[in-house]
């Protein structure tokens, strides 16, 4: 009985939220400025309701849709395959044995520095698959090099035994 074994799950970044915030934040920032220096910040008066209710909305829906996401991400290396999916109504997965995988890179912009979350690139025989807001993305690459490195070593070592064993007829 041939059973894998989870190596390692790749985990989202809470912190990739913080952009979200930050940016709606600012829009509330506007938007209030906006409103009390035009006086319209009443709320009987209908702009001023309008107004009021975006400042709160706003950053509901932001940080709403970053955290569905964030849900929604989703990688994990086994000993035989990696196999991931992300997006939400374009989705995306890769279900790849290791044998397949021709690299695996990471990728870190601005936010991604400062709030220590990086994307993982898989390139495989297939396609090329993109994994956002992952934290400790150097430690999934290093994983799956080994694991990588450790199925060729077997490969190397399962055709040095049938060689041997040919030999030896």
Known sequence: MNTENEIIRAKVSNTAL????????????????YGLANNIMDPYYAYGFYCSFAVIIIPIVFIGIKLFVLKHVQLVLTDRRVYGKTGIINTKSVDSPISK????????????????????????SSGNYKFDFLKDAER????????????????????????????SK
Do not use: R
């Open 18 to 33: 913080i952009p979200s915030v930050f940016f709606a934040l600012i829009i509330d920032a506007i938007l209030l400025s």
């Open 140 to 167: 999934f690459k290093e994983k799956t090099m080994e694991q990588i490195e450790l199925y060729e070593n077997d490969k190397l070592k399962k055709q040095a035994a049938a060689l041997a064993e040919s030999m």
């Open 101 to 124: 995988i021709n690299s695996v890179s990471i990728e870190q912009g601005f936010w991604g520095k400062v709030f220590h979350y990086s994307t993982v690139l898989i390139s495989t």
